[in-house]
Every structure is written in structure tokens, then in C-alpha cells.
């Protein structure tokens, strides 16, 4: 007879049978038979949920349970198995980022919401002077005035002038030690880099009426000079503001409807990395224009999901992925990018916060999604996968009370069984005995 703890311990979902008649009931004439102790245990893996059934082992007699789950026969199947894990994300524009004005001013003329702007375009307008779209990744951040310049920025201006069809001439090659002008206008003579030519006049002594050296120059030194406070050694990936370049830029200026100066202010240019689509305007003609102005993004769309850090699993940058649209078509995609950021609670010292990841996903057919400014997507992350081996339902597994797991025959016999991968409701299994095709119990 169950204990009174017993009676009231609701986890419990045993249905014992016990051997023999109920003495208080005319059950004399009932054949004994044996009964298993079965009891529901839930199997939560990675891959999906099951039901099974536990093995007590113990022996007994009577009727059979009134309620439980239902068991039916199915056959182990070798097949292929693939482990996916569906999240959700969303579709929208990369890069968004916030354009603030440079300098003073008033706004004058801002694009409409949606447009799309590419290099050599204008993105806004501050005192009728254009603000021109430039590609790359090192933004000004000096006014370009001064010849025999060097630096990443310089090089931003002269690959795009170039790239726009103005002739720059040829650009001092790394290891070159370069002179600077006093002002704009003059040559900024160049000492030539080992097998390159010279470009301008190499610095030297300065001739005197008398056909003398000028002073300050010591018409004795020979060789390359060492590099001073009015000197630069060109770096790779730098740019050199040479006489050639700042002709090249008053022709661009004159294109886009700019004083012909040669220089370039930091209003003058907006530099991104490719072109850019106007997201929401901020500002409105008349504005001061250091304040924000518009945000943009990029052209291209890629799908963000947040991730617990907990549950990045596998997912790892190149991954195959499956992007659910709205309208239930599938789009195929690849991770594109990691990123972990830590958020911390306001105003609570000591807080560590709480670690999120997002994974960016890039789709292999952007025009699929072109109709589609920003709406929730599923992402599917492709898995392990495995080829031709041999499973059943999860609920076909029985969890052994002395450990591991077993299948139930047709005829009642348990054949112990290895588990690997779990994957949409299946198991694979292997073990001596295990055969495809043979029939097993499962739970329906």
C-alpha cells in the first residue's frame, strides 16, 4: 500500500501491478500474468523532444493500465540526418550609421528618404557647397592644403578622383621621402624611392645670385634626406598631395560646382564604403548644419540574429544558412559576420551584464528580398550531418533504470542500443542486434 508522501507526490507517473488478487474482490478465477513497471520519462536532447519509456525490471501480474501513452510499431530506417537550429532574425539594410554635418552653415538641400547615393554624388547641400560621396575606409580628417601631404586620407581623394576618370598623375611609391610646402601652390619636391623616377624637382641647394648655395642648405650633402618635422616617409596604403593631384581636384571641383582652390575641406567629402541609401532625413533645409542630418545604410540587406552566447553551438562564420521570408520562400545565405556585445544594467555598479552575439547573414541572392525593406525572418543554421545510418523515433528509446537506452522488439525483446545524433524527432542508433528494417516499439 503507497505511504501517504507517496499519494500526494505528483512528479510521480508510475503505474504499478502488482502480483496476485485483490483479496477484497472475487478475483479468484483471474490468471496471473506478468506486468512491467512502466513510467513516462521525458528525453530533451539538442535536435528535439520524445517521449520514452523506462525499463523497472520488476515483475507482476493484473490489468493494464487504464492510461498512458500509446505504443505502436515501426521499422528502423537508414537514412540521411541533418542537425538544424531554427532562430529569429531580422531582414534589413547593413551598416546603418548616422551622417553629421561638417563645419559651419546652413543646410540647403537634403536627398528625399530612400534615395540611393553613389561616389561622386552629392549627399547634402550647406551653403549651396556639395558634400560628395567618396568610397573607402579612412575618413578626413584635415584640410588638405598643404603639398607633399602624406597620409590614408590623401590616398581616399586620389583613388576616387581616379576612379571618376580624373588624371592624377603617378603617386610616390612606398619608402619614398617626401618634402612639405609652406602653402599651397608650390612643388613638393620628392626623394625618388629605390627604382622609381622622379616626379618632381629633388630637394637640393637653392641657388644664389652668385651662383652660390643658398642659405640654410648644405650644398655638400649627398644621398636621401632624413625624414624631419617637414618631411614624411610614404607608408603603404598612403596617398601624397602631389602638384599632379591638386590639378586633378581643382578639375573635380569645377565638375561638381566648387571654388577651383586644389583643396579639399573636410565639408567637401563624405566618405563610406560603398553607396549609400538615405534611411531617414533627420535635418531640414535651413538647419545648422552640425547636427545630425540623415542616417543611411548600405545598398545591400543581410539578416541580423541575436544569440545567446550560450547557444552559439556550431554556428561558426561561413555557414550555410536558410533565411525564411515572410511569404514562407526560402532564400539561401552564409554567416557573414560575428559579433559579441556586452550589455550591461543602467545604473547598477558592478554589473557584469549580459553577454549577446550577433551573427550576421548574408544572402547568395540579394534581389530575392528586394522588395523587402525590413520585416522578421527564421534563420536555419545548417548542422551535422550524417549519411546513411540507422534510426527511430526518439520515443522509440526505453531508459534503462541501471543506465543507458534500449528498443523494444515486437515480441517484447530489449536490445541495448548506442544513441548519437538527435535531429527533428529522430535518434540514430547502433548496437549489436540493430538492423534496418527490424520492427520496434514506439511511443505514437
Same mark, same amino acid.
Given at each position: 500500500?503507497?505511504?501517504?508522501?507517496?499519494?500526494?507526490?505528483?512528479?510521480?507517473?508510475?503505474?504499478?501491478?502488482?502480483?496476485?488478487?485483490?483479496?477484497?474482490?472475487?478475483?479468484?478465477?483471474?490468471?496471473?500474468?506478468?506486468?512491467?513497471?512502466?513510467?513516462?520519462?521525458?528525453?530533451?536532447?539538442?535536435?528535439?523532444?520524445?517521449?520514452?519509456?523506462?525499463?523497472?525490471?520488476?515483475?507482476?501480474?493484473?490489468?493494464?493500465?487504464?492510461?498512458?501513452?500509446?505504443?505502436?510499431?515501426?521499422?528502423?530506417?537508414?537514412?540521411?540526418?541533418?542537425?538544424?537550429?531554427?532562430?529569429?532574425?531580422?531582414?534589413?539594410?547593413?551598416?546603418?550609421?548616422?551622417?553629421?554635418?561638417?563645419?559651419?552653415?546652413?543646410?540647403?538641400?537634403?536627398?528625399?528618404?530612400?534615395?540611393?547615393?553613389?561616389?561622386?554624388?552629392?549627399?547634402?547641400?550647406?551653403?549651396?557647397?556639395?558634400?560628395?560621396?567618396?568610397?573607402?575606409?579612412?575618413?578626413?580628417?584635415?584640410?588638405?592644403?598643404?603639398?607633399?601631404?602624406?597620409?590614408?586620407?590623401?590616398?581616399?581623394?586620389?583613388?576616387?578622383?581616379?576612379?571618376?576618370?580624373?588624371?592624377? @598623375?603617378?603617386?610616390?611609391?612606398?619608402?619614398?621621402?617626401?618634402?612639405?610646402?609652406?602653402?599651397?601652390?608650390?612643388?613638393?619636391?620628392?626623394?625618388?624611392?629605390?627604382?622609381?623616377?622622379?616626379?618632381?624637382?629633388?630637394?637640393?641647394?637653392?641657388?644664389?645670385?652668385?651662383?652660390?648655395?643658398?642659405?640654410?642648405?648644405?650644398?655638400?650633402?649627398?644621398?636621401?634626406?632624413?625624414?624631419?618635422?617637414?618631411?614624411?616617409?610614404?607608408?603603404?596604403?598612403?596617398?601624397?598631395?602631389?602638384?599632379?593631384?591638386?590639378?586633378?581636384?581643382?578639375?573635380?571641383?569645377?565638375?561638381?560646382?566648387?571654388?577651383?582652390?586644389?583643396?579639399?575641406?573636410?565639408?567637401?567629402?563624405?566618405?563610406?564604403?560603398?553607396?549609400?541609401?538615405?534611411?531617414?532625413?533627420?535635418?531640414?533645409?535651413?538647419?545648422?548644419?552640425?547636427?545630425?542630418?540623415?542616417?543611411?545604410?548600405?545598398?545591400?540587406?543581410?539578416?541580423?540574429?541575436?544569440?545567446?552566447?550560450?547557444?552559439?553551438?556550431?554556428?561558426?562564420?561561413?555557414?550555410?544558412?536558410?533565411?525564411?521570408?515572410?511569404?514562407?520562400?526560402?532564400?539561401?545565405?552564409?554567416?557573414?559576420?560575428?559579433?559579441?556585445?556586452?550589455?550591461?544594467?543602467?545604473?547598477?555598479?558592478?554589473?557584469?551584464?549580459?553577454?549577446?552575439?550577433?551573427?550576421?547573414?548574408?544572402?547568395?541572392?540579394?534581389?530575392?528580398?528586394?522588395?523587402?525593406?525590413?520585416?522578421?525572418?527564421?534563420?536555419?543554421?545548417?548542422?551535422?550531418?550524417?549519411?546513411?545510418?540507422?534510426?527511430?523515433?526518439?520515443?522509440?528509446?526505453?531508459?534503462?533504470?541501471?543506465? @543507458?537506452?534500449?528498443?523494444?522488439?515486437?515480441?517484447?525483446?530489449?536490445?541495448?542500443?548506442?544513441?548519437?545524433?538527435?535531429?527533428?524527432?529522430?535518434?540514430?542508433?547502433?548496437?549489436?542486434?540493430?538492423?534496418?528494417?527490424?520492427?520496434?516499439?514506439?511511443?505514437?
Amino acid at each position: 500500500m503507497a505511504s501517504e508522501r507517496d499519494a500526494g507526490d505528483t512528479m510521480a507517473l508510475r503505474v504499478t501491478v502488482q502480483e496476485g488478487a485483490d483479496p477484497r474482490r472475487p478475483t479468484a478465477g483471474r490468471r496471473k500474468k506478468k506486468a512491467l513497471c512502466l513510467a513516462v520519462v521525458a528525453v530533451l536532447l539538442a535536435g528535439g523532444t520524445g517521449a520514452g519509456l523506462l525499463w523497472d525490471g520488476q515483475d507482476g501480474t493484473g490489468s493494464e493500465p487504464e492510461s498512458g501513452p500509446k505504443v505502436k510499431q515501426i521499422a528502423v530506417v537508414r537514412t540521411d540526418m541533418s542537425g538544424s537550429r531554427e532562430m529569429q532574425g531580422m531582414l534589413g539594410y547593413d551598416s546603418p550609421r548616422t551622417i553629421r554635418g561638417a563645419g559651419e552653415g546652413r543646410v540647403t538641400w537634403l536627398p528625399n528618404r530612400g534615395a540611393t547615393v553613389k561616389r561622386g554624388r552629392q549627399l547634402y547641400r550647406v551653403d549651396e557647397r556639395p558634400a560628395v560621396i567618396f568610397y573607402g575606409s579612412t575618413p578626413l580628417y584635415r584640410r588638405l592644403d598643404t603639398p607633399g601631404s602624406v597620409g590614408r586620407d590623401i590616398r581616399v581623394v586620389a583613388d576616387n578622383l581616379r576612379a571618376l576618370g580624373y588624371d592624377i @598623375g603617378a603617386q610616390p611609391a612606398p619608402g619614398t621621402v617626401v618634402r612639405q610646402q609652406a602653402s599651397a601652390g608650390a612643388t613638393a619636391p620628392v626623394t625618388p624611392g629605390p627604382g622609381q623616377e622622379e616626379t618632381t624637382p629633388p630637394a637640393g641647394p637653392s641657388p644664389s645670385p652668385d651662383g652660390g648655395a643658398g642659405q640654410g642648405t648644405d650644398a655638400s650633402q649627398e644621398g636621401p634626406p632624413s625624414p624631419g618635422p617637414s618631411q614624411s616617409t610614404v607608408k603603404e596604403g598612403d596617398g601624397v598631395l602631389t602638384t599632379s593631384l591638386m590639378s586633378a581636384i581643382k578639375r573635380w571641383q569645377k565638375a561638381v560646382g566648387m571654388d577651383q582652390t586644389g583643396i579639399v575641406d573636410l565639408s567637401d567629402v563624405v566618405v563610406t564604403k560603398s553607396a549609400v541609401r538615405v534611411s531617414d532625413v533627420l535635418a531640414q533645409p535651413g538647419d545648422e548644419a552640425s547636427g545630425d542630418l540623415m542616417t543611411v545604410t548600405a545598398t545591400t540587406k543581410s539578416v541580423t540574429v541575436p544569440v545567446e552566447s550560450l547557444d552559439m553551438g556550431s554556428i561558426k562564420s561561413g555557414q550555410q544558412v536558410t533565411v525564411v521570408l515572410p511569404d514562407r520562400t526560402t532564400v539561401p545565405g552564409r554567416v557573414a559576420a560575428i559579433s559579441t556585445v556586452v550589455q550591461g544594467e543602467q545604473g547598477q555598479s558592478g554589473s557584469t551584464g549580459q553577454t549577446k552575439t550577433n551573427v550576421t547573414v548574408s544572402l547568395d541572392d540579394p534581389q530575392s528580398a528586394e522588395s523587402i525593406d525590413s520585416a522578421p525572418v527564421q534563420a536555419r543554421f545548417q548542422g551535422e550531418s550524417k549519411k546513411g545510418v540507422l534510426a527511430v523515433p526518439v520515443g522509440a528509446l526505453l531508459a534503462l533504470r541501471e543506465g @543507458g537506452y534500449a528498443v523494444r522488439l515486437s515480441g517484447g525483446r530489449l536490445v541495448p542500443v548506442d544513441t548519437g545524433m538527435f535531429a527533428q524527432g529522430l535518434v540514430e542508433i547502433s548496437g549489436q542486434g540493430v538492423n534496418d528494417g527490424m520492427k520496434v516499439e514506439t511511443t505514437a
